[in-house]
């Protein structure tokens, strides 16, 4: 899809311009375009680098097992007829929690594997189980307690206080997350019908 | 507000605090695994290089073209409501379909509109406290095969436009 919308923005752009008769700041906007962004990559490279290894430093302590438990009973609450213990079980645990760390890259294969192993159980041929429409809702959600791509962002656009969003960040995070939720319990209630 | 925003600013270095001493606690070399976290962040930022660089510049002619302003000032006179803050709007179009493409866009505007006004805090809470909706769930439909995941689509999208929706309900109890 992304090739497709690239090469549509910059065809676009073209085509806009001539009509508009600016082609002018188009061809400047171009340089200046890869200049800023070298500029902003530079500035955000070592934000960035720094919370990798802030964060590699929760996956090698004993503090990623402590996030595993905090979600535990969350779990219980979120996935009811999901068993504990279950293999499904372990690769829904170990996606929310990369997720939590927003190691998105570790994230994914463990989602793939939580899906394949909670629809072996589903009988349907055309509808998705229960759990797995919860879990997929719940990874539309963003979970971050770090948010470190935006706080790098800020970072290097010289803000007066980069992290003082993170706040308004999981607050609108929580409501959000509480709000998939519910939206799928309604769903899945309507479904039955 | 004023000690949430005391929080706001010192949270971070709490959780800073609180890694390294935790690490400690547990005799781990905190400042090895440190820098072997920093070469993974080195990989990361080296493997989103084109990906920014493509889209950085894309999206830079499209708003040197001036076609965003037209589109935005059009959906403006439609979504009245949002007009206070139609910077954005940009940003809720792209942010459920590509993550980097998101990024960029929010990049554009907190430089644009100013990273600390009203504007740069609100863009900063709405791609911090959102997923790229539909790549998530194309992802796991293609995984999934024929099974129906649209229900999970519309889910997700609602939750999203609620998602900016706390997001300035955020903004105007002055949590940031």
Known sequence: MM?????????????????????DALNQSLFSSINDTTQMVINLFGSMCFWCGMIKIISE????????????????????NLEQGSTAYEHVTVNMVTNMLGIGNAATPAGLRAVEELEK?????????????????????????????????????????????????????????????????IYLKLRRK | ?????????????????????????????????????????????????????????????????GIIDFLVEKLALILKNFLLYKEILP?????PISGSTATAMGTEIMKNCGVDTNIGLLTSCIMGSTETTIYVVALYGAKLGQKNIKPVLVIGLIADFLCILFSILALKIELM
């Not at chain 1, 497709?4 to 009509?19: A, R």
Request: hydrophobic share 55%; aromatic share 12%; with cysteine.
């Open chain 1, 3 to 23: 090739n497709k919308i690239w090469c549509f923005f910059i065809i676009i752009s073209i085509i806009f311009s001539l009509i508009n008769g600016n082609l």
């Open chain 2, 1 to 65: 507000m004023k000690f949430v925003q005391f929080f706001g600013t010192s949270a971070i270095l709490f959780l800073v605090g609180f890694i390294v001493i935790y690490g400690m606690i547990e005799k781990k070399n905190v400042f090895e695994i440190f820098m072997k976290g920093v070469v993974e962040g080195e990989k990361l930022v080296i493997q989103l290089f084109p990906t920014w660089l493509g889209l950085f510049v894309a999206v830079g002619m499209l708003k040197a073209s």
């Open chain 1, 121 to 185: 159980e589903n009988s349907s041929r055309d509808k998705l189980s229960d759990e797995t429409i919860l879990f997929i809702a719940i990874n539309t959600a963003s979970l971050q307690i770090i948010p470190t791509n935006v706080i790098s962002i800020r970072n290097s656009l010289n803000s007066q206080n980069p992290s003082g969003v993170i706040i308004a960040v999981w607050f609108s995070s929580i409501l959000t997350f509480i709000s998939i939720i519910f939206l799928t319990k």
């Open chain 1, 61 to 80: 302590t004993s503090l990623q097992e402590k996030l595993k438990k905090i979600i535990v009973p969350l779990n219980k609450r979120i996935f009811k």
């Open chain 2, 91 to 95: 940003l809720i179009f792209l942010r």
